[in-house]
């Protein structure tokens, strides 16, 4: 039995915990606001607001319902479209009439969704977060410059909201329904405890599962990672820094941590997925899932992370590296679970960059990816992590490119020599994402942009040409 | 006024197909189609299938009482393959269970043995071959073999633009229930609900009288609901038919893309000739139009690509002749624009190159060509309210385009690591179906004896706004509040014999049938108000749902008019019925009259290219567009905004792959990229051009569905120009779109020799 509030009633259900939430909210229970467009988590037709209660305080989530297992919303409180419906149209609905943001209307509660977990989340609003909390949601008709319009609108009218009291505050407004207020109350009412069996698939966000194999999964329970207590902690120790493995994107990103050890942290996870993918999406399954091009394993290879395999109460402990041996195969059990991953928090004299190039920027796969961590000293390079996605059947790390750079002083001409070793290192295969050529050309590119980026005073693009 | 449904949108409450509650009993329908793309069906194996628990019937074309057969234009194209395939994505069974997900399982286990053939996929390869779907045609003006000798310049290239996805987000659908006496009514996400009757009733072998079909509205159409919403709406009529129970059949997303038609992708060849004085002399073109495996609409489509192939300019003597090649894809269809965009990148890829030979601006080659009152396409119309140097004046006026481009010189002379480009992109296009029996149009008009209205036309919302403004004319014409008049769903038993929503001339045909509907409705009751009053009908005027003589109001309100007008047996409905006067064309000569008026417009687009990565950033899209004197400033200017975006996307990200065994590779969201929100452009700025507006467009409004999608166009050049201030050698390919890779590659060149 999976028990969550729906909207502003609590809700019982006998479905398997693997069955999705799209279905579910649509189906059952006839909410027709929500939704398909694709069932892929790429458009953000069929979002809805997850809501749990975090250190007494609300906080929502925006989700792809079509990729969310029924059983991750146990004891949480769901909002669609008509759990945010009033008498009179709330400030986001009102603005997306007024800027025309609707034109065929079937992208539009998707927005209007996530603009109301933008108005819902307990920060400063900015408008560059508003617009990020509609990064998910894709719209075929109106170009988007009205819903930019709208959410400059919306961001504009949460200037005086109170950060205290911001339940109170949007329900006074009119932002959100009364019924709110009620919600912490109902859900401490909710029985906790998690419904995973121990025999289903191994589910962290479900957010590559659910791609790959929805039909596998819907009418089962599944083993969700996600209701296991302190799965995403992120905790300090000495100078290293452990996570849990079903910490999410969105953990990361939010993590004090993290965004004081990595500086340019927004900018990298901003080209990962899309708000609500982050939100679901976490990081033992980026790993697990092998993806040659996951964009987590590129980023932890490059802090040459190490990661806690589990199986019951044994453990074991391997670097990211070694845990792949080739395509889609991995150094683990299939009882192992990832339960953390852990790395040496970077130095004074260390520097980090992601790079990322897709089709389209954003809320794409990579073509290809690269991270590197690189320790400097009197311009002699001491240590180098690099990593490449989308080059290889796995998740590369370049170790001959990092040895070739140990010891070498930071030139344009030693980078362009690595690149050279790095080419070696690398083989590409031409598909959908790229020719081989071109991710080889590319990822000697985003090899440079590393130092550009890191180094602007030594590199320039015509050094290195 | 702002678009009437959304209200319904931001809440929630407005229905599509998928969300009309199901008659208890409903059963689901999956299409199970071929995964080879041409070959001979040898055999096929449905009793696993048929075993599973569930699984209620699979129909085949041997359970076709009709013809088996859904080819609009040319009869080409079977509902269900009988033996031979000839695209991956073709039907050839419907799997009706009690569930999609029982009907997914089932598709599973069907086994087919077909015996392969040879696979083509690229339309020169199909026209040297000789698989054409019609005969090719030719447009011609002047004499261009004899005007190569005067240019003092001549360019010759190819230019080829790919094809592109709809991706409207509702999926195709269609969901048929059995009425009494054999009828059936279906609901279908269409943009032609006549089609999808008329084709319905074909299949079914019954007249069309026994099939009412509704759409209430659709999710985005964008052209690809025009024709391909027929077939899934026939096979759920004929599970109807067989038994007699409801069934829906609603794509799944992967099944919309591999089985629908998209844009069709274009390979040109073009010949250009310049006088001393850069005006362009002669233009030579010939386009290999890749039309897959069916006619579909493609013949339609390839007569606009010719109707649009010298855009905005004037050349004196013109040859184009174009090709439907018939390749092993599925067939390609109706998309924004119709053959109109390909056209027109074939003649701006041209004015580049010659732009680039000649060193200098293209802006100014292009200036010094465009079109004037007076001058004749090259199918025999003469141009008339031509706005295209106003236009441009006003582009000067408004945004200087000199200090533009001296401002971009100055950031590129200054920076390595990005370059800066941007381009113009004028626009004119043709509004009227071109072929010329398609403009007609029919409404219906209840006033009911409250003094509401009911409006039924044959347009289809889908997002266009045509709704919203078919209410406008009706208010507008009665004077009275909007909210006292409804929009009826389309239904092809009140407006019969429909034109497809298309050709952004549904506004314009609906809404001038509509307007002579309430303008003999007015009359009516200008007769019986004034009889009532003793005055003559002349000096009645109806003004917000009062009654005025001589501009005096009166004490009688509309709704005491109307009850009189009844209660004295006045009829209070009205039919109207518009067809567009003036038009002709002669297929023969290829020459006539054919478009009610043009649409103008110019677009100046400015990018960023970040030189490391190769990939950019749009700056801004800055548009003069002609809207003649918009009725909605609101629903035209979104369609501007959108239609652009959409455009920009086709020359940019979107990458439609198909592979050599004609199997699409780019068949997801994650695969096949369109704009997202941080893709558009920082800023869009539109300019109405102050003009007296056109008596032939609603209300003097002029069409704008399809024109803005053009604008996009300019995104291409706008990166080509960037690049080649990074790699002055980079000789420009014309191969859109400009993807990632290709700027990468262009700003480069290749790692590896291949
Ligand atoms: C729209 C969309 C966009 C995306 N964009 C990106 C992107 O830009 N970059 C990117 O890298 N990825 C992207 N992804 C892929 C995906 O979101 C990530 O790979 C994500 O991190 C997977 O995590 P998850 O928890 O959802 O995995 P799940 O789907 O739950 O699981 C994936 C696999 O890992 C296994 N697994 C999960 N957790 C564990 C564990 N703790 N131990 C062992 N095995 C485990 C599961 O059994 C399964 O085999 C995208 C996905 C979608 C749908
Ligand atoms: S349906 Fe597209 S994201 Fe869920
Ligand atoms: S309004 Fe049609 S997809 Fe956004």
Known sequence: MIEFILNNKPVKTDQPSGSLLLDFVRYEQSLIGTKIGCREGDCGACTVLIGELIDGKLNYRQVTSCLTPLGNVQGKHVVTIEGLNMESLSPVQQFMVDESGSQCGFCTTGFVVSLTQFCLANSTPSYKDAIASIDGNICRCTGYKPIERAAKHITESLTDKDQNETLDWLIAQKFIPSYFNQIPEMLNALPKGNHDSQNGTLMGGGTDLYVQKLDQLIDQDVDLILNTHGINNIEIENDSCTLGAGSTATDLLESDIFSSAFPRLKKHIKLVASSPIRNMATIGGNFANASPIGDFTAFFLALNAKIKLTNKDQNRTIYLKDFYKGYKDLDKSTDEIVSTISFKLPTQDSHFNFEKVSKRIHLDIASVNTAIQISISENEITQTHLSAGGVGPIPLYLRETCDFLLGKTLSPETVQSANEILQSEINPISDVRGSANYKRLLLRQLFYAHFITLFPDQFTLDSLK | ?754
């Open chain 2, 1 to 754: 006024m702002k678009n009437i449904d959304s209200k319904g949108h931001v809440t929630g409450k407005s229905i599509y197909l998928d969300d009309i509650p199901l008659i208890q009993g409903t059963q689901f329908g999956v299409v199970f189609d071929s995964p080879i793309a041409h070959g001979t069906i040898t055999s096929v194996d449905y009793s696993k299938a048929l075993a599973i628990p569930g699984v209620i019937k699979i129909i085949t074309h041997e359970d076709i009482p009709g013809e088996n057969q859904i080819g609009g234009i040319i009869p080409d194209e079977q509902l269900f393959s009988s033996t031979e395939v000839h695209f991956v994505g073709q039907p050839i069974a419907l799997i009706i269970a009690e569930s999609d997900q029982i009907a997914f399982e089932a598709r599973k286990c069907i086994e087919i043995k077909i015996s392969k053939k040879n696979i083509i996929v690229d339309p020169r390869e199909a026209q040297q071959k000789d698989l054409l779907i019609i005969p090719p045609r030719t447009f011609e003006l002047g004499d261009t073999e004899n005007s190569w000798e005067n240019c003092a310049h001549i360019f010759e290239g190819q230019a080829d633009s790919n094809g592109q996805e709809h991706l409207y987000i509702e999926t195709q659908g269609a969901y048929a229930i059995p009425m009494e006496n054999g009828h059936i009514r279906i609901s279908s996400s269409t943009q032609g609900p006549t089609a999808v009757q008329r084709i319905t009733a074909r299949v079914l072998g019954v007249g069309m009288h026994k099939i009412e079909v509704d759409v209430v509205r659709i999710g985005g159409g964008f052209g690809g609901k025009e024709d391909q919403a027929t077939p899934w709406a026939v096979m759920a009529a004929l599970g109807v038919s067989i038994l007699n129970l409801p069934v829906k059949v609603v794509l799944s997303r992967l099944d919309d893309m591999r089985m629908t038609g998209k844009r069709h992708p274009y390979s040109s060849d073009y010949k250009i000739g310049f006088s001393k004085d850069l005006k362009v002399m002669a233009y030579e073109t010939t386009f290999y139009q890749n039309a897959g495996a069916a006619a579909d609409l493609s013949p339609a489509v390839m007569a606009r690509t010719l109707f649009h192939g010298t855009n905005s300019y004037f050349i004196p003597n013109v040859k184009m002749t174009a090709y439907s090649c018939k390749t092993n894809l599925p067939p390609n269809t109706a998309f924004r624009g119709f053959g109109g965009p390909q056209g027109m990148f074939v003649i701006e890829s041209a004015l580049s190159h010659a732009a680039k030979e000649l060193g200098i601006s293209k802006h100014k080659l292009q200036k010094n060509n465009l079109l004037i009152n007076g001058d004749e396409f090259p199918y025999g119309q003469i141009a008339d309210g031509v706005e295209l140097n106003s236009i441009w004046q006003e582009m000067e006026s408004k945004f200087d385009i000199g200090s533009i481009e001296k401002e971009m010189d100055e950031f590129n002379s200054s920076h390595t690591d990005v370059k800066k480009g941007f381009s113009l992109m004028p626009v004119t296009f043709g509004i009227s179906f071109t072929k010329t029996p398609m403009n007609q149009a029919r409404a219906l008009v209840h006033i009911y004896t409250d003094g509401s209205v009911g409006v039924s036309t044959g347009a289809v919302e889908m997002g266009q706004g045509v709704n919203t403004k078919m209410l406008q004319i009706a208010a507008h014409v009665f004077l009275i509040d909007p909210k006292r008049v409804k929009l009826e769903s389309t239904n092809t038993t009140r407006v019969a014999n429909t034109s497809p929503s298309a050709a952004s001339s549904t506004a314009d045909l609906n809404g001038k049938a509509l307007q002579k509907a309430c303008n003999t409705l007015l009359e009516r009751l200008k007769t019986c108000a004034a009889d009532h009053l003793g005055v003559s009908s002349k000096d009645i005027t109806l003004k917000n749902g009062m009654v005025y003589t001589n501009e005096n109001p009166t004490d009688l309100t509309w709704e005491q008019l109307v009850m009189m007008a009844f209660l004295k047996r006045i009829c209070l409905t009205e039919n109207g019925h518009y067809a567009t006067p003036k038009i002709n064309f002669d297929m023969k000569k290829e020459k006539g009259h054919p478009f009610a008026y043009h649409v103008y417009g110019l677009a100046l687009t400015q990018v960023t290219l970040d030189c490391i990565r190769g990939t950019y950033d749009f700056d801004a899209v800055k548009i003069v567009h002609d809207f003649g004197k918009t009725m909605n400033p609101s629903v035209d200017f979104g369609q501007v905004e959108g239609g652009l975006i959409q455009g920009m996307g086709w020359m940019t990200m979107e990458d439609l792959r198909y592979n050599n065994d004609g199997q699409l590779m780019s068949n997801t969201l994650s695969t096949y990229k369109i704009p997202d929100i941080y893709s558009v452009p920082k800023t869009v700025t539109i300019e109405p051009l102050e003009t007296n507006g056109n008596d032939m467009a609603i209300l003097k409004s002029k069409a704008v569905g399809e024109p803005p999608l053009m604008y996009g166009i300019g995104a291409y050049f706008a990166i080509d120009q960037a690049i080649k201030s990074f790699n002055p050698n980079f000789n420009s390919t014309f191969d859109a779109p400009f993807t990632h890779e290709k700027v990468l590659m262009a700003l480069y060149g290749s790692l590896v020799s291949e």
